[in-house]
Nanobody, 118 residues
Framework: QVQLVESGGGLVQPGGSLRLSCAASGFTFSTYAMRWYRQAPGKEREWVAAISSRGGATNYASSVKGRFTISRDNAKNMVYLQMNALKPEDTALYYC???????????WGQGTQVTVSS
């Protein structure tokens, strides 16, 4: 069964950095694109970044472009989100996501909390 487990969240001051990790299992990791989403209190979940199956292509939401970097290690079944120059508006629960199979069934982790505050 597909399992996604996020880690690395925490409290950081504005301008600081965090690196989120997502450990994947239960599917052929190197076959599927991976994504990060986030959901702030009182707001809808929003897409943050995506990376292709082999890592050759990445895309970012305009709000994080130039500050966040998504990467993956297919040998370890891991995907990462390096977050630099963090802002208070980056505060949210961050989720790892993939869609697998012919029907592209979505899977989500439990999320990891990122709080940017002085």
């Amino acid at each position: 069964q597909v399992q996604l487990v996020e880690s690395g969240g925490g409290l950081v001051q504005p301008g600081g950095s965090l690196r989120l990790s997502c450990a994947a299992s239960g599917f052929t990791f190197s076959t599927y694109a991976m994504r990060w989403y986030r959901q702030a209190p009182g707001k809808e979940r929003e897409w943050v970044a995506a990376i292709s199956s082999r890592g050759g292509a990445t895309n970012y939401a305009s709000s994080v472009k130039g500050r966040f970097t998504i990467s993956r290690d297919n040998a370890k079944n891991m995907v990462y989100l390096q977050m630099n120059a963090l802002k208070p508006e980056d505060t949210a629960l961050y989720y790892c996501n993939t869609e697998t199979g012919i029907d592209l069934i979505p899977y989500w982790g439990q999320g990891t909390q990122v709080t940017v505050s002085s």
